[in-house]
């Protein structure tokens, strides 16, 4: 492929990967991951509520990384309340798989900076044939496209697994119960599932500019040296 079109083919992955760099740091940053509503049980237990009644015993609870807001209602009007995890929740919410969490965040946003950085070197400068170079283009966007899931699965595990909406919304309270109404995931979940299309669609964006994948390119000069091999 001409070099012309390999360095329009790295800026485009460049601009990818620099997108993917903002779209992760807001995405972390941001109070919506997780949405949805709570019951409060006990005050629909002591009336008896059903179908439209309930409404009046729904509160809502919204939230990311850091910090987030609920909304407690037990048929008195909405209490609204505004949390961070750090300190607030630390000893309600399973903390080494938050804390896991928001690490491969971090990993996630260095390693889509460091990617972003070599495809305009690729593009612009002359790269060296080592990790730096076009080769190792393939393990950065690997290694974020693992991040990125490895975020998602861990986020969705702390959320489903260990009830994380219902531990918010019980904490500190004595009098009421409240549980999971409802639950869905927020546009910054989904913004770390558009980080890990981008990366994988750079991945294919390399192999387009013509630079084979590690283990083909591997497995073509075993070939060709068990050739050599047999010609002597």
């Not at 509520?49 to 990311?64: H, M, Q, R, T």
């Not at 080592?130 to 959320?159: D, K, R």
Request: glycine fraction near 10%; aromatic fraction near 16%.
């Amino acid at each position: 492929m001409p070099s012309r079109q390999k360095r329009v083919i790295f800026s485009i992955s460049g601009v990818f990967g620099f997108s993917c760099v903002l779209t992760a740091a807001v995405a972390a940053g941001l109070p919506f991951w997780v949405s949805g509503t709570v019951l409060c049980r006990t005050g629909a237990e002591l009336v008896n509520a059903s179908g439209p009644e309930l409404d009046k015993f729904l509160g809502k609870v919204s939230y990311g990384l850091f910090h987030g807001q609920r909304v407690k209602q037990c048929g008195l009007g909405g209490r609204p309340y505004r949390f961070s995890f750090f300190p607030d929740l630390m000893d309600a919410i399973p903390a080494g798989l938050h804390v896991t969490v928001i690490f491969f965040c971090g990993v996630l946003i260095l390693f889509s900076s460091v990617a972003t950085g070599f495809f305009f070197f690729n593009a612009f400068g002359r790269p060296y044939e080592t990790l730096q170079g076009p080769m190792g283009l393939y393990l950065w966007n690997f290694i974020c496209c693992l991040c990125s899931c490895l975020v998602m699965i861990l986020f969705a595990s702390e959320v489903k697994l260990h009830r994380l909406s219902e531990r918010i919304a019980n904490f500190n309270e004595v009098t009421f119960v409240y549980q999971t109404h409802t639950e869905h995931y927020d546009r910054s979940f989904w913004l770390l599932f558009l980080v890990f299309l981008l990366h994988g669609l750079n991945i294919l964006l390399i192999r387009l500019a013509g630079i084979q994948f590690p283990f083909q390119e591997a497995k073509e000069s075993d070939l060709n040296s068990g050739a050599v091999d047999l010609m002597y």
